[in-house]
Each structure stands twice: as structure tokens, then as C-alpha cells.
């Protein structure tokens, strides 16, 4: 969640920590849920400027977002191991 998404004139506060206890519950942690839904979004649309503009990542972050969901799409590079 972002300040954007979270930010409602209209709608009651959030707490900055209120989903946090949901989460506990859920045994599931912030973080890893975002990295899942961005992997999600690259292995649907393989689209780096859709990623950097619904996440707000980096150019550099949204590529290796397409590059984890469609290796196939990209040669390998001989210089690394």
C-alpha cells in the first residue's frame, strides 16, 4: 500500500500499522506478498513501464521483475556465471 492508495479524504484513517496483526495472523509477511503480486504482473504483461508504473519501481527493478517471469525471452549473458 502507498501513501496514494491509502490516502482518502473521504474514507476513515489507517492506522500505519493496522494490517500488520492480519498479517501476523496470516503468517504472511508485507513484503513477500508485494514481491508475489509484481511477479505476477511481469509474468502477465512482461511490460517493464506498466511495472514501474503501478509499483513505482525502478527501470532497472521492473526488468529483472520480466526477466525472473520470462527467462526464455532473454539470451544468457556468457560473461556471468
Known sequence: MT???A???DGPQ?????LQPIFTEL?????????????D????????????RVFGIAD?????Y????HPHRFAKDPTRA
Open 27 to 39: 503468517g504472511l509477511q508485507p513484503q513477500k506478498l508485494r514481491i508475489d503480486r509484481l511477479l
Open 41 to 52: 504482473e511481469a509474468h502477465e504483461t512482461a511490460d517493464p513501464v506498466h511495472l514501474m
Open 60 to 64: 532497472t527493478t521492473a526488468m529483472r
Open 66 to 69: 520480466v526477466q525472473a517471469a
Open 7 to 9: 490516502f482518502d479524504l
Open 14 to 18: 489507517i492506522a500505519k500499522y493496522g
Open 3 to 5: 501513501q496514494q492508495t
